[in-house]
């Protein structure tokens, strides 16, 4: 494949998809919660009957955030005057007018929405298409076999940079003080116009072993030094990586994640990850290891946000992408991200880098 000229970080996700933009846990009965994707805001709450419903942030009549508003009964009234809107965005009560005033022709803007996994996923492009588009497939995650741990952070950089991240092992370097020295061998990779998939081959070659790495890797209590094979995918838009430990049938976990656009100049992004991971086999071992495979986890994160922040700012210092990359296989998933997006031609956007005034909650969920 080959590079063109647009310039990677200026390609917004393609919106003919479902994306998650709240864990469900986040949206209780009765309860409303801003959302947004790529710079439309999207009020999403749960009526007393359970219904979730997504609907434009914004109301019909003077523009307030509907988010600012209160779930009554199956309604969503907004806070400033009371206006009553329906799942579907109509309006379905104006309190203080009589039956026969004149009225808006239309309500706001609805959502396709679903729940699965735990997520809240809306549509935000063509409505026409949701139908047809298919949530992501995770097996995994209603098995007994797996438990599953979730994962809702806000990244400040253009969500490509997350997909270059996960898929470019060679970075190991930067996790040396948590996980060791770890050895990623490329054992070989394999690109679609939608898709790249890597296979490595980690080692352990040194230095402490993480307790939460290695139980994570299904190794036990015990860590060994074992060797796994590392499968990590791009199909659009989503990602996983699974990890097989070395001689075993089955992964010791699966990763899934989607990054959502939050700006208008998508220069931030929302991760959702859901973690399953295969239970252990001494009984009663994974809430003990729980904690320690969050703390790992959560290390590593830590540090790739750092290096994947520091590339926005680089790219926001020098206005474009300088960036000299030598993998072939990123070369490749950076022609899936640019080709299945679509090309944008904004300003940067201020609230980019500034959280309190991004689209989701600042505080970040986790469970
Ligand atoms: S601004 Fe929403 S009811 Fe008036
Ligand atoms: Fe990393």
Redesign the pocket.
Known sequence: MTETITDLRRVGAHPDFWYPVSLSSSVRRGRVVPTAFAGERIAVYRTRSGAVHALEDR??????P?SM?AVSGEVL???????AYRGDGRISQ?PYLSKGDSRPPRGVRAYPVREAYGLVFVFPGDPDKAADTPLPELPAYGSPRYRTMSYSRTVHCHYSFMHENLLDMNHQFLHRGVVGRLRPELLGHESTKTSVEARYLFTHTGGKRNRGAGLLAGEGLTASDSSDVVTIRTEYPYQTLDLVPKGAARPAFRLWVAYVPEDAAQRTCHVYGLLMIEKPAIPGLLPLARPLIRRFTERVFAEDRKAVEAEQRAWDEQGEDRNHEVFPLILDVRDVLRTNGIPFTLQPDPCATTPQCAGTDPTPDQQ
Do not use: K, P
């Open positions: 109301c019909a009549h003077r523009q307030v509907l508003g009234r907004c806070g400033y005057h009371a206006w104006i």
